[in-house]
């Protein structure tokens, strides 16, 4: 069976310090891994994915992502916030099963001025 | 490049009204889902299609029903509102081995 535990339903970091956006997954199988973000009343917008090839994942607006497969981890960090960072983060597993797509609970970034 | 295209955007119903959400996707994908979003419970899998002309139920599928009318469209229907689905509503689509598409969610409130 899939999960996907984001040990932080909220987190506030200052403007200019770095983020840290916690994910531990629970996989049968090689999982492909994704980051969401959704901003107030907006749809969600992928950041990057993680699918077998590289550990260190680079995407949009700064962010990275590492696959540990030892820690069954996929932490989210951005060295510098910035306020428009301000928004939901998903993270999601997949291994292609029935569901297809399982969803943490979200974590709220707060980035302070 | 429109993407994904769920209307209507807003929508407020009575206990016991009916009412469709439409979706429909430009980017040929054969899959589609509805998601519902509510607080600190991240997305939930309702129902979902697979291909043209096939819809199985997700995690929370009771209360609704959906139609995969074309390989463009996938409508979630409510057929007797009730106020547990409240919330908020995303269709996506993807293609094999590729990540979700999502719109920009329909945001459904019944009192």
């Known amino acids: 069976a899939q999960s996907v535990t984001q040990l932080d339903s909220h987190v506030s970091v200052s403007e200019g310090t770095p983020v840290l956006l916690r994910c531990n997954y629970s996989?049968?199988?090689?999982?492909?891994l994704f980051w969401y973000v959704q901003h107030p009343n907006k749809g969600l917008q992928l950041l990057l994915k993680y699918t077998s090839a590289a550990t260190l994942v680079k995407g949009i607006n700064g962010f990275e992502a590492e696959f540990k497969k030892s820690e069954t981890s996929f932490h989210l960090t951005k060295p510098s916030a910035h306020m428009s960072d301000a928004a939901e983060y998903f993270c999601v597993v997949s291994t292609g099963g029935t569901y297809k797509y399982i969803f943490g609970t979200g974590t709220r970034l707060k980035v302070l001025a | 490049n429109a993407g994904v295209t769920q209307t209507p955007k807003f929508q407020v119903l009575k206990t016991g009204q009916s009412m469709t959400l439409q979706c429909a996707q430009d980017?040929?994908?054969?899959?589609m889902y509805w998601y519902r979003q509510d607080p600190g419970m991240g997305l939930r899998l309702i129902y979902y299609s697979a291909s043209e002309g096939t819809t199985d139920k997700g995690e929370v599928p009771n209360g609704y029903n959906v139609s995969r009318l074309n390989k463009r469209e996938f409508s979630l229907r409510l057929e007797s509102a009730a106020p547990s689905q409240t919330s908020v509503y995303f269709c996506a689509s993807d293609r094999p081995s590729s990540e979700a598409f999502f719109g920009q969610g329909t945001r459904l409130t019944v009192v």
């Open positions: 980017m040929n994908h054969n899959s």
């Open positions: 996989s049968s199988y090689s999982p492909s």
